[in-house]
């Protein structure tokens, strides 16, 4: 894919709800995917990049 093809994908302004989804994770530095998966990255990388609710945890 050129980066000219590329460019006008992401500005598109017709985006469905999975352009929404990559949008949003993309901005927000957040992986996609099942637990396995998030696990690990989460390992391999040695950060937290789960996606969970803003908030102090529950006691």
Known sequence: MSLEAYRQ???QEDASSS???IR???NSNKLT???KFVDEIE???G???E???P???GI
């Open 33 to 35: 995917g099942g637990n």
């Open 47 to 49: 950060i937290r990049v």
């Open 24 to 26: 949003a994770v993309i």
């Open 55 to 57: 908030g102090r945890p």
């Open 43 to 45: 390992n391999r990388i």
């Open 19 to 21: 352009d929404e989804l």
């Open 9 to 11: 994908f992401v500005e």
């Open 51 to 53: 996606n969970r609710k």
